[in-house]
């Protein structure tokens, strides 16, 4: 198992999670296929990988608005998946997540102070009116916004303030872990930097783990301790951050990183991108073998016929690949 | 010039206010003023002459039924050899084939359109809507079940089944809201259902659920708020049909029961009479038109104004 070593008493540990949808006709969609990773207390494991990989599915099965359909989520040491009753409502409690979308995942009917203490509401962290304003103003300027902001509606706000409003919402509660799911792919870069900033200076404020989804590469150096390649539902290559962006191993990360534009044109011009030929292949029906060995340019027999396991190839350092050695 | 006149004129300039962008004025007013439903209301309704129009007639015809009994005329008192009077300064739009006064009686019988058209509706909304959002958030089976059990109810001919029920139970107003309810609630559920059904997969409902929220709060405060507008058109197009539902029952001798007087019965009583007196059933007729009109108006300005994405 992967990632074991790595860090002592996980706050999030997942071990061979998969989450299939049926589609009907007896076809199955292999979201999330055998996925094992644990997060540390105070740390950020980013979770990288293109559009439908399942890096979303694999975040809300974490956090168990999802359910599984194998493997477990363990938050600290409890089953996500069987809490029921007062034991669910603790572990929402101490769970959040700020969600892609910033204008789908805000009610347009409710003011932001009724949005951003709705938690407080839920978990009687709060008794009345006058508390509630309170609250939801001092989350406002915690998140950078200004406190007469809490009487307007959410559609008098621009994409990088309703996000800040998202994250106002998934803090006020205190939790301990927090699923960003892409908090910053629906904003515009000089944006994105702030949420980035805004984020981290919350971690270290008040001790958060965060399960950083995203599929930008340089925006997720920047904020995690660890990063999880995802492909096809797989992670294929998971080590921390520095590692990975100095010696990438898997022929996938690779590729990924060769498609980060360098802010310097002179070294821009001579960056060598790895350009991947052909699709990905679909979910439903994935190859035999190795996920990624119809677009690998160094895949042999073997990767076309046996599924890579994950192999430990230095300190900290774990890769899905048989040419790894 | 001096330096110091030169400082009283702008002062002065200041002062005007005339620098202050036109923009920055209209932000103070922003933070400033109340953004909640009443001020969208008035708002709109300063727009909308047609709507300020209804408005005022609804407001006008419902005060008038209330204080019916400030009338001086009895409305069941006959007076036979007054009948078929025309207007005067005694009988405000004359007396009817029974010599009773038209005026008094039309304000009665807007009581009792009013009357069960408002809770005709209410029973509708409430129940349609508590059914509808039931059926669209369990979805599955249950779902199944409950929208064909609604099914079976549209394709009844209601209005004969109406008819029927209310000759074999003793007719009254409570009867009559009862029965008329029971009939109208399957649109409102439909439209209800179909709307928690998108509802209750959008990111917010799953926001509420990640923060811990249980099934009755998502649908009170996430799901029918969000229904609102719909809700509302579905209510004013309800009690406008039930006005005419009323009318029609009444019309056919099977609604309120005489001498009490219904826009419905009035305009039943005015058949005898259309050949010599139409105006009396010209009255009633154009009561009953308005108001069913008003109330259609008005619940297209509601579902604007209480869209809060739609504020100027």
Not at chain 1, 130 to 139: D, G, I
Not at chain 2, 117 to 126: D, N, P, R
Not at chain 2, 252 to 268: H, N, Y
Request: some cysteine.
């Amino acid at each position: 198992m992967c990632g074991k070593s790595i860090i002592e008493e996980p706050v999030l540990q997942v071990n061979h999670l998969k989450k299939y949808f049926p589609m009907g006709k007896g076809q199955i969609l292999k979201a999330v296929d055998d996925v094992s990773f644990e997060i540390g207390k105070g740390k950020t494991l980013g979770l990288v990988g293109e559009s439908g990989c399942g890096k979303t599915t694999c975040g809300r099965t974490c956090t168990g608005l999802y359910s599984k359909t194998s493997g477990e989520v363990l938050f600290k040491g409890q089953d996500v998946h069987k809490l029921r009753g007062k034991d669910r409502k603790a572990f929402t409690k101490s769970v959040q997540t700020i969600f892609q979308d910033p204008y789908a995942s805000l009610d347009p009917r409710m003011k932001v102070s009724e949005l951003v203490t709705e938690g407080l509401r839920i978990h009687n962290m709060i008794s009345n009116k006058k508390e509630e304003q309170e609250r939801a103003q001092e989350l406002l300027r915690l998140v950078g916004l200004q406190a007469e902001h809490a009487n307007r509606y959410i559609h008098e706000f621009s994409g990088g303030q309703r996000q800040r409003i998202g994250i106002a919402r998934a803090l006020a509660i205190e939790p301990e872990f927090i699923v960003c799911d892409e908090p910053i792919s629906a904003l515009d870069v000089s944006i994105q930097a702030q949420i980035v900033n805004l984020l981290k200076e919350m971690q270290a404020k008040m001790d958060l783990t965060y399960l950083f989804v995203a599929h930008d590469l340089s925006m997720v150096r920047h904020i995690s301790d660890q990063v999880a390649v995802m492909y096809l539902g797989k992670i294929v290559e998971l080590t921390t951050s520095d590692e990975l962006y100095s010696h990438p191993v898997h022929p996938y990360t690779q590729a990924l990183l060769s498609a980060i534009p360098i802010p310097d044109p002179d070294v821009e011009k001579k960056r060598e991108r790895i350009v991947l030929t052909g699709d990905v292949p679909s979910p439903i029906s994935p190859p035999p073998g190795c996920r990624f060995c119809s677009r690998c340019k160094y895949a042999t027999e073997q990767c076309f016929e046996e599924e890579p396991e994950m192999k430990k190839i230095g300190p900290e350092h774990y890769v899905a690949c048989h040419l790894c050695k | 010039m001096n330096p110091e006149h030169n400082e009283i004129v702008r002062d002065e300039v200041l002062k005007e206010d005339a620098f202050m962008p036109i923009e920055t004025k209209h932000k103070e007013d922003d933070v400033l003023r109340d953004r909640g439903i009443w001020y969208n209301l008035l708002t709109s309704f300063k727009e909308n002459k047609l709507a300020m129009f209804c408005l005022c007639f609804l407001i006008i015809i419902i005060i008038a039924s209330i204080l019916a009994p400030l009338s001086p005329h009895d409305p069941d008192k006959m007076d036979l050899l007054n009948k078929l009077a025309p207007m005067s300064k005694e009988h405000f739009l004359g007396t009817d084939g029974l010599g009773r006064d038209y005026f008094t009686r039309a304000l009665y019988g807007g009581r009792v359109s009013l009357v069960v058209g408002l809770f005709s509706m209410m029973v509708a909304i409430v129940f349609g809507t508590l059914y509808g959002t039931i059926s669209g958030y369990i979805g599955g089976t249950v779902d199944n079940l409950m929208m064909r059990a609604a099914d079976i109810f549209m394709s009844v001919p209601s209005f004969l089944l109406i008819i029927i029920i209310n000759s074999l139970l003793s007719p009254s107003m409570t009867t009559m809201i009862v029965i008329i309810g029971m009939f109208s609630w399957m649109g409102v559920a439909r439209i209800v259902r179909a709307e928690t059904m998108s509802l209750k997969e959008r990111d917010f409902v799953l926001v509420a659920k990640n923060l811990g929220a249980g099934s009755f709060r998502i649908i009170f405060n996430h799901i029918i708020p969000n229904m609102i507008p719909s809700i509302i058109v579905a209510a004013s197009i309800s009690i406008a049909r039930a006005i005419l539902t009323e009318s029609s029952l009444s019309f056919l001798g099977f609604g309120v029961q005489l001498p009490m007087s219904s826009w419905g019965s009035m305009l039943q009583s005015a058949q005898e009479h259309i050949m010599d007196v139409p105006s009396l059933a010209l009255y009633p007729g154009l009561l009953i038109l308005l108001t069913v009109l008003s109330f259609n108006v008005l619940g297209d300005v509601l579902r604007n104004a209480l869209e809060p994405k739609l504020v100027k």
